[in-house]
């Protein structure tokens, strides 16, 4: 697969691998050696940057996914980036899917994550080792201090900041220079654009996640996809819901148009909009399907002209769409 650079120097593959949804939020957590398989499969394709969490895991056992990162990735820990993030835990009690968030970037509780997903990764450092998301009670500034001290220990070699803004970036990354950011980002949910210049800025690399809203920009879902409630936040995502399927129709037939131009699949297409739009970002898509794993690291090689990305952008602009979680509104 080919290869980008977040920040300075972070060699990844172009398209990430997103392991979370081995363990967590898209259904009954599967089995840890088909889980393990599929991330070795990942390798094997090209991907060489997997994306995990401290949280990222099951109600037995909250860690799980870093632990099967962990086993798998092993073998070849010297030819992947391995990324891990802290400071976020999951209100488990309040009967809610999803889970409502609590954030805890203290320095001890960093201090402790850290070591804990050390030992479960297996590893001596953490290549990227994300804030997951900002503390109000702790000044970016005091969490950038932090990550300064671990980049010396050696216990990371670079750090980000995930679902960001500007101004929390910036005063960051004047104590402690981030090489990536990772937000929310798809064509249902482009808000972060806005921060594109201050990333170019900075030299600060984007980590897109959800870039296909939960798979829905797959095209694979309409009228009558039901999911889990139990296991599955797609059951309550307002995008999967019949009414969606309507408002979001002049969107799932550009993205099968475009397919067909390009002899792709819509997923391709979604994912190399955001590709071929700047060098610099890294879409993380997450999948139990080999064979989707595979479509999607072809997407790197689908090529959309910088006038063929603007008028995709100038559709979508204009274009009804439904709600889509994570996010207030269905555009940015």
């Not at 889980?35 to 895991?57: I, K, Q």
């Not at 799980?64 to 400071?87: H, I, Q, T, Y």
Request: net charge negative; hydrophobic share 40%; glycine share 8%.
């Amino acid at each position: 697969m080919k290869q980008r650079i977040l920040g300075k120097d972070l060699k990844v593959s172009a398209l990430g691998y997103g392991c979370m949804g081995l363990s967590h939020a898209y259904g009954a957590p599967l089995d840890d050696k088909e889980s393990v398989r599929l991330l070795r499969r990942a390798f094997e394709l090209g991907y060489t940057m997997f994306d995990t969490a401290e949280v990222y895991g099951t109600p037995d056992d909250p860690h799980a996914n870093e632990k099967l990162v962990g086993e798998a990735l092993a073998p070849v820990r010297d030819e992947v980036v391995v990324v891990s993030k802290f400071g976020l835990s999951f209100d488990m009690e309040s009967g809610k899917v999803p889970y409502p968030l609590i954030p805890d970037s203290r320095p001890e509780t960093i201090r402790r994550s850290v070591e804990g997903s050390l030992r479960r990764l297996r590893t001596g450092h953490i290549d990227l080792y994300f804030q997951h998301r900002p503390d109000p009670k702790v000044a970016p500034e005091e969490v950038a201090g932090v990550m300064a001290e671990l980049i010396r220990e050696g216990k990371i070699t670079h750090w980000g900041i995930s679902e960001t803004d500007e101004n929390y970036l910036r005063r960051a990354h004047s104590v402690c220079p981030v090489t990536a950011v990772e937000n929310r980002y798809s064509m249902m949910a482009r808000g972060y654009e806005s921060l594109f210049p201050t990333l170019e800025e900075l030299g600060v690399g984007f980590v897109a996640f959800s870039p296909m809203a939960n798979g829905f920009l797959t095209a694979r879902y309409g009228k009558g996809s039901r999911f889990d409630a139990r296991y599955d936040y797609r059951a309550a995502m307002p995008q999967f819901t019949d009414e969606a399927a309507e408002k979001n129709r002049a969107l799932i037939e550009m993205l099968e148009r475009a397919a067909a131009q390009k002899n792709a699949t819509p997923a391709q297409i979604s994912l190399a909009w955001m590709l071929c739009k700047k060098p610099w970002i890294v879409p993380i898509p997450g999948t139990r399907s080999e064979a989707r794993m595979e479509e999607n690291a072809r997407a790197a090689d689908v090529t959309l002209s910088p006038e063929e990305v603007a008028a995709m952008d100038a559709a979508l602009d204009g274009m009804e769409m439904s709600e889509v979680f994570g996010v207030a509104r269905a555009r940015g």
